[in-house]
């Protein structure tokens, strides 16, 4: 089974913003440890916290697309509920409604949402949503990740 760890950040909201994901087999462990199939992380001069975990999102089930040799279950673990409930459940209404909100205002990063919407259609996804920074190892990672690319911008 595979599972996807995701991150996005910025220093500032928006600013400079970064995203990482790290992806892992479990079923393939050495030494009781899961194999760490891949990570990954890029950044973005000017942006918002919200497309940042987007971008990780969509980067992670690319690269998961490109690599499988089979289709898999995969469990995507995101610290972002906007995300996690974003695909799960608000994501409909908003089709529904010509991409619009409850409250009649275009959906925010809508252009993400759409490739999002796209790759989890032709993926078997388990959503699930972690606490950031409690200690997740692979959550912490991504969000390791995710500074780097971020000091990555704001170190020439």
Do not use: F
Not at 24 to 34: Q, T
Not at 93 to 103: A, E, F, G, L, Y
Not at 116 to 133: F, Q, Y
């Amino acid at each position: 089974m595979i599972h996807i760890y995701t991150d996005g950040g910025c220093s500032g909201n928006p600013g400079p913003g970064g995203w990482a994901y790290v992806m892992v087999a479990y079923g393939e462990e050495e030494d009781g440890v899961p194999a760490v199939l891949a990570e990954n992380w890029g950044a973005e001069n000017s942006t918002t916290n919200n497309r940042m975990e987007l971008r990780a999102v969509i980067a992670a089930l690319k690269a998961y697309m490109a690599m499988r040799e089979k289709d898999e279950k995969v469990t995507l673990y995101t610290d972002s509920q906007y995300v996690q409930k974003g695909i799960t459940e608000w994501i409909h209404s908003w089709k529904k409604n010509s991409w619009r909100t409850s409250q009649k205002k275009p959906v925010k990063n809508q252009d993400l949402w759409q490739e999002l919407d796209e790759l989890n259609r032709e993926l078997s996804i388990a959503w699930a949503w972690v606490k950031g920074h409690a200690g997740d190892q692979y959550n912490e990672r991504c969000d390791q990740l995710t500074q780097k690319a971020i000091n990555a911008i704001d170190s020439p």
